[in-house]
Structure formats: C-alpha cells, structure tokens
C-alpha cells in the first residue's frame, strides 16, 4: 500500500525484568529466552501491528518496549 | 517531610474493606483530595499515599524510588512489619526489598523458572490438582469450606511442586502471612522457616529433586551462587506465592457468587474465563499498601515529592481511578482490563504473575465447572474476613 509505514519493533534486554507482558500482548513479535528476558522475533512489522505494538510498550513495567518508523 | 505539624490531622493508614470485594471506601475520599496525597501511618509518621492509576505508574517506573527497607522514612503499612527490622530475620527482603544493581541480579537468578513456556507447562499439573481436590469435596459434601478444602491447599500443592518444598511440611508456609502481620508471632515464624528451607536446601545437595529450588542448589553448587542468598530467594518465593494467590482465588468464588448476571456468562461462554481472571484481578487487588522511599525530588504536575519521602502506593485504589476505566466500581468480565495494578508496576512488578493468573483460571474454571449450582452456605455478611497487607477471607463454607 502507497505510503504505508513499516515498524521496528525493539526489545532492551537490559532493562527487562521478564513481567512477559509483551510477549502475552504481541507473541508473533516477542518472545522470552531461556533467561526469562525479551527477544523481539521480526526485525520490522506492518502497520496493522501498531495498537499491539502501542500496547506492549505501555503495559511493559521496565520501559524496555520500544518502535520506530520507516517508509 | 516539610510539614510534620500537621499529620494529627490527616487521614490515617490502614485503612479496613467495608466491603470483602471493594477497597476500603475512604480510598475514594483519598482520591478525591488528590491522586497523591498526604496520610498518616499508624505510628503518626506522615507519608503520601498514591491512588491515582496514572500517578501509580508513573511514581512506579520512576529510577528514583527505593524499596531500601532500612531507610529511617521507609513507610510501614501495618504495625507487624516493623518487627521485620529484627537481627533474627536477616533472611527477608531479596527482591521485593533490595533497589539495582542488587535486584537485578537477583530478579536474573530466578527469572528463567518463571518464563511463560514455563508457566505453560505446569498447566496440566496444576488442572490435576485441582480435580483432585474437587473430588474430595465432592465425595464430602454437602456444606465444605473451600478455603480450607480448595484454595489452600491446591495454591500450596501448586507451590511445593514448583518450587520443591514437601507438600507435607507445608505447615511452615500456609497461614505465614498472617502470622507475619502479628506483631507477637512474626519474627519467630519467620525464623522458623528460614531454618526449615537452609534444612532443605542443605539436604538437595546430596538429594536433588526436580523443583526450582532445585535448579537453584545447581547454581550453588556451581559456584554462581550463595548459600545464604538462595535460603533468602526461597523464603521470599514461598512468602509470595501462596496467600496471595489462595486468597485471590477464593475471594474470586465470592465475588462471582455474588454477582450471578456475571457468573452466567463465564458458565455459558467458558472462553471468557481469561478475560474475566483479569477484570477480577483488577477489581480485588488483594495486595496494597507497597512501600517506596524517593531518592531524589520527584515533581509530577504541581506536586514536589521530596527526596526522602515515603510513599504507600494504594494500588486496590488505582484500580477503580474513574480516569482510567469506566464504571469501576462494577464487576464486568466481558471488559477487556491488561492495565490494573494489582501485580503493581515498575521494576519490582510480581515475577510470578503469570503462574497467578494460571492458577486462578485453572482453579476458578475447574470449580465452576464441576459444580456450577455452587452457593454460599451462610449470607455473605456472616463470612470471616482477614484485614491487613494481605486481605482474604478466614472461611469460605459452600454447598450446592
């Protein structure tokens, strides 16, 4: 679609505490690893995933949830 | 605090539930004063207190609060938890009592046990315990009291099999939250089970079993941990995860009971049960009262909290703020609510709120469904409840 924006999402492993909120919010986009931390899985999403990406940003209790634009 | 000469005249903490499913009322005067306002403790200190949902989040997630317990402003909600600052009880306080890089560290030793995939699978045992424990109370009938015959003991069967504590000693962690919140019996309890769980921990090193603890003595035995450190990680699991949990599932029963427009839509549309866990979360928040202390000057609208200050965030409070959900006070389980506060917010947000909200659903689910003509034995009114940090009910007789 013309003029549609591509999202990168970012996940700071260093501030995560493991609460899993953006993983029960988005988990085509976030996942855990094996030490409890954020992994984001797609390196870009479409437009469609910004409520979702809005709400794993905002329910994340260490701020460690994160996207930017591009396009 | 700048102002000590007027804290005779302000309201006074803690504040008792009227009501078994709504906070205390006077929250809401609390509120409308202001989002964050000035209290008294019971021991005349002034402190604010925090109701508002944004303020919660914002003051919650800001670098500049400390949990440091040993601060002389440090807030105690409840008269017990000054005895905690006894030299007999140097196991407490890690994680929910120590600020980064401690905490951190701390939060990354035991974060891996508590990964969703993880949660996941425990699900089939915690579905097995529940029927089990339906099947007593079936077979006992016709009047059972579901916080001794259900909630208690699922919660703690759930607990000592993830953990790796004999379900037969559970004697040393069931009721200890309210012996904690007794002045008189606090410090021995507490130095009960630190003994009890060094015992055992000492005795999975040369005996290992399958539970997180478990894993944790691999830790131990590698090198990557203290002793000493992981009796205060078992202590602090232990603590945290059976009252809570037990008396949110019960006061759920109540609730439901008591609100039957709302039972039978999760009986007539079971795929609504996770939504509901999460509406019922929000509207009981059993857990209030977290303590912080600012480390810096905060300013948040018009208001300065200074560094120093302590803070008793009211989070059963945030989770009616008519700012952010829309008729609060009402029970709705077809409402979608991710963002209450009863696991709190910020860095110390509950490392095992996901197997909580398993547990509930599961135990809720498994109840209902088995026994869906369920109701109170006694009027609601005559039900025994216990005041307090925690908040739950002593007694919950049933039949059906």
């Keep these: 679609m013309s003029g549609a924006k591509t999202l990168l999402p970012s996940g700071d492993a260093t501030r995560c505490v493991g609460a899993g909120q953006c993983v029960r919010t988005a988990p085509d986009v976030f996942d855990q690893d094996d030490g409890g931390t954020v992994v984001v899985l797609v390196a870009e999403v479409d437009e469609s995933h910004r409520a979702l990406l809005d709400e794993a940003a905002y329910l994340c209790p260490a701020s460690a949830i994160a996207f930017t634009e591009r396009g | 605090m700048n102002d000590e000469n007027g804290a005779g005249d302000l309201p006074e903490l803690p504040m008792t539930r009227e009501c078994p499913y709504h906070p205390p009322a006077a929250y809401e005067d609390l509120r409308a004063i202001g989002p964050v306002t000035r209290v008294r403790q019971f021991d005349g200190r002034p ?14 997630s800001s670098p500049h609060m400390s949990v440091d317990r040993f601060h002389p402003n440090f807030p105690m909600p409840i008269p017990a938890l000054t005895q905690l600052q006894s030299s007999r009880t ?32 425990l699900r089939p045992r915690i579905e097995q315990i529940c029927a089990d424990r339906l099947d007593a109370i079936t077979a006992k009938g016709p009047v059972v009291d579901l916080v001794e015959e259900y909630t208690k003991p699922a919660v703690a069967m759930v607990l000592s099999q993830l953990l790796g504590v004999p379900f037969a000693d559970r004697e040393y962690f069931e009721d200890l939250t309210y012996r904690r919140f007794d002045p008189a019996q606090v410090v021995d309890a507490l130095a009960d089970l630190t003994d009890y769980l060094s015992r055992l921990l000492r005795a999975k090193e040369t005996d290992p079993g399958d539970g997180l603890l478990d894993d944790l003595v691999g830790k131990v035995l590698a090198g990557e941990l203290e002793r000493d450190e992981l009796v205060k990680y078992a202590l602090v699991l232990v603590i945290a995860g059976q009252e809570t949990t037990a008396n949110t599932i019960a006061l759920s029963v ?71 959900f829309e008729r609060p006070n009402e029970l709705d389980v077809r409402r979608t609510v991710r963002n209450h506060l009863t ?3 910020g860095i110390h947000q509950c490392i095992g709120q996901n197997l909580a909200r398993v547990e509930v659903e599961i135990a809720l689910r498994a109840l209902f469904t088995r026994i869906p003509t369920l109701r109170l034995a006694v009027p609601m009114e005559q039900i025994a409840v216990r005041q307090g940090l925690v908040f739950g009910l002593a007694e919950l007789p049933v039949t059906w």
């Design chain 2, 90 to 121: 140097p196991a407490i306080g890690a994680l929910i009592r120590t600020d980064p890089p401690e905490h951190t560290r701390q939060r990354r030793d035991i974060l891996p046990s508590f990964t969703l995939k993880k949660i996941g699978v």
């Design chain 2, 47 to 60: 402190v604010w207190a925090v109701t508002g949902h944004l303020e919660t989040r914002e003051l919650l």
């Design chain 2, 343 to 345: 696991f709190g917010f």
């Design chain 2, 254 to 324: 109540l609730t439901l009971l008591e609100h039957p427009d709302q039972l039978a839509l999760l009986l007539d549309d079971p795929s609504l049960w996770p939504n509901a866990v999460e509406e019922l979360l929000r509207f009981l928040a059993i857990t209030g009262g977290l303590s912080r202390v600012a480390t810096a000057d905060i300013q948040l609208g018009d208001l300065t909290i200074a560094d120093g200050d302590g803070l008793i965030f009211l989070n059963p409070g945030a989770n009616r703020d008519e700012a952010q």
